[in-house]
C-alpha cells in the first residue's frame, strides 16, 4: 500500500499551491528525513531479530525459516516502496519549482 506516499503528495501539493514558496523545500527536507528514520527503524529492528553470525552477540544462532523473514522484511519494504514513490514526487516537485524560478 502507498497510501503514506500519497497522503504526504497531496499534503505537499497543497502547500506547493497555497502557502509561502520557500516552505516547500524545507516541507520536502523533513518528510524525507522523517521516512528515512522510519525506514533505518525497521532496519534496526530487523537486524535485532535477525543477527548476523558476524554479531557481536554470543547466542546460539537459529536460522529463520522463509516465513519469519519475510513477515519481517514486510515493514521495511512497505516504507521503502512508499519512500521510493516519495522520491519520485520530490523530483517532479523540484523540477516543477526549477521551471517556475527561471527566468
Known amino acids: ?3 503514506p506516499a500519497y497522503l504526504l503528495s497531496i499534503m505537499i501539493d497543497h502547500v506547493s499551491k497555497h502557502l509561502e514558496p520557500t516552505l516547500l523545500p524545507q516541507l ?3 518528510t ?3 521516512v528515512k528514520s522510519i525506514v533505518w ?3 534496526k529492528e530487523f537486524g535485532e531479530k535477525h543477527p548476523s553470525e ?3 552477540e554470543t547466542i ?3 536460522t529463520p525459516t522463509v516465513k519469519e523473514v519475510t513477515s519481517d522484511l ?3 519494504m512497505f516504507w521503502m516502496s512508499n519512500a521510493t514513490e ?3 514526487l520530490f523530483q517532479v516537485k523540484v523540477e516543477e519549482m526549477e521551471r517556475e524560478w527561471e527566468f
Open 41 to 43: 527503524d525497521k532496519i
Open 54 to 56: 558476524n554479531s557481536s
Open 32 to 34: 524525507a528525513n522523517h
Open 1 to 3: 500500500s502507498l497510501a
Open 74 to 76: 514486510r515493514p521495511l
Open 86 to 88: 516519495l522520491l519520485n
Open 28 to 30: 520536502l527536507l523533513k
Open 60 to 62: 546460539a544462532l537459529r
